[in-house]
């Protein structure tokens, strides 16, 4: 058997991973470089694709593939969203266009769900939920006697949203691993929390106005679900892609920690949908989530030139910021740059970590659990120096390059 590395190895996005026996081949996500356009390498003709979650990184060009795709029912409805948007983002970028909506509707989905166990031609595959958005799924595949875990991303500890990952899965042969943090450890959630409440708090005070730009799967609705925990009384206002990605969720109760608590958030809330109700929603104080996370566009740039010389407002980001964004120059320098505008950003600019992935000692602990006999390391931007500290510590770890094909 052999597993051919396609992307997202030495790196974070396009992640793709191609197991190959000698009856069946089976596609581990086919993402997209979000920031760049970048495609992973071909697949050649597969028999079904295992979709972990929505994110375009990991699904930004399964409709390109033709072949079976499994993945929650929740994965599929966020990940229509994600990707009919990102032909608006591609056409107004200037990236290639690989497909069209009616490709998109055209996927061929078949529905999993968590402790489900399907055939796929000679390979056995368990799904298990990966805590890391609603609907996100880790497999284990039994292959040719051989026992592959693929994490996709995934957060063992709870948060506001979700319980975390559920990953029962012992002795497997070989470990397909995401290491996005494998050097860092996350905050404490609580404290976090503590600072946004803090910022806000401060930021009305002084008559400002609050922006949070939020990934639209999962961040929106945690960032919501903080608010209404928090009893924050303060317009709060929902904006973008947001809207739609909480309305889906919200269609699956049994994914969530608190269904009802998220649902009376969205009660709560006041949604935009147009440049008048932006602009009303400006003229007092107030909280506004809205996409892009990373400032790649979306309504968030309508505020951002709105506000960007008003000391008294606070512009928050919630979550990781990928080198060669707008949202990555924003927090770096405190100019906002795309491809049409360029301006200093005078707001308070804040970064809280609000991450959905595991944390380092989160991922040591689960390697340990786990007690795989290889390791292979992808997903991360330390996948090198991360395989040779696993290789310190005893175990069998690499981390192949993108292109790479290894032989089990």
């Not at 058997?1 to 992640?15: A, D, P, Q």
């Not at 899965?169 to 609580?190: C, F, M, N």
């Not at 892609?241 to 969205?266: G, S, V, W």
């Not at 996948?383 to 192949?400: D, H, N, Q, V």
Request: hydrophobic fraction near 40%; aromatic fraction near 8%; glycine fraction near 6%.
């Amino acid at each position: 058997m052999h597993i051919h590395c396609l992307g997202g190895f030495r790196e974070v996005g396009k992640s793709a991973v191609l197991l190959e026996s000698k009856k069946t081949k089976l596609l581990l996500d086919y993402g997209i470089k979000v920031e760049t356009g970048e495609i992973p390498l071909p697949p050649g003709k597969i028999d079904s694709i295992l979709l972990s979650h929505a994110h375009l990184d990991h699904s930004g060009m399964i409709p390109t593939v033709k072949a079976d795709i499994y993945a929650t029912p929740a994965t599929f409805d966020q990940a229509r969203l994600l990707l009919e948007d990102s032909i608006k983002v591609a056409k107004k970028r200037g990236f290639p266009i690989y497909f069209s909506k009616r490709d998109i509707k055209n996927i061929s989905e078949f529905m999993v769900t968590y402790g489900q166990v399907i055939d796929v031609k000679d390979a056995e595959i368990e799904v298990f939920d990966a805590g890391h958005v609603p609907g996100s799924a880790g497999f284990l595949i039994t292959l040719e006697e051989k026992r592959i875990f693929y994490t996709g991303d995934f957060k063992l500890s709870e948060t506001r949203l979700l319980s975390g990952a559920k990953f029962d899965v012992k002795d497997v042969d070989v470990l397909i691993t995401e290491s996005t943090y494998a050097y860092k450890e996350h905050p404490p959630r609580s404290a976090v929390e503590k600072k946004l409440i803090e910022i806000i708090h401060e930021t009305i005070a002084i008559e400002g106005n609050v922006i949070i730009p939020v990934f639209a799967v999962g961040r929106a609705a945690e960032i919501l679900l903080v608010l209404h925990a928090h009893k924050i009384k303060y317009p709060i206002y929902l904006d973008g892609m947001a809207k739609q990605a909480t309305e889906i969720i919200l269609r699956y109760p049994e994914l969530l920690k608190d269904h009802k608590a998220l649902k009376k958030a969205m009660n709560r809330v006041i949604p935009l949908h147009t440049p008048k109700d932006r602009k009303n929603a400006l003229k007092h104080p107030s909280i506004i989530v809205t996409t892009a996370g990373m400032l790649s566009g979306g309504p968030v740039i309508y505020f951002l030139k709105k506000l960007r010389k008003r000391e008294d407002c606070a512009l928050v980001f919630t979550g990781f910021q990928v080198p060669g964004t707008p949202g990555y120059g924003v927090l770096e320098t405190g100019v906002f740059t795309n491809e049409e505008l360029s301006f200093p950003v005078r707001m308070r600019i804040k970064y809280l970590d609000f991450s959905a992935h595991c944390s380092r000692s989160e991922l040591l602990k689960f390697i340990e659990d786990c007690r795989p006999e290889k390791i292979i390391v992808m997903h991360g931007e330390n996948c090198e120096e991360f395989a040779e500290e696993l290789k310190e510590k005893g175990y069998s770890a690499e981390a192949p390059r993108n292109g790479e094909v290894i032989e089990l």
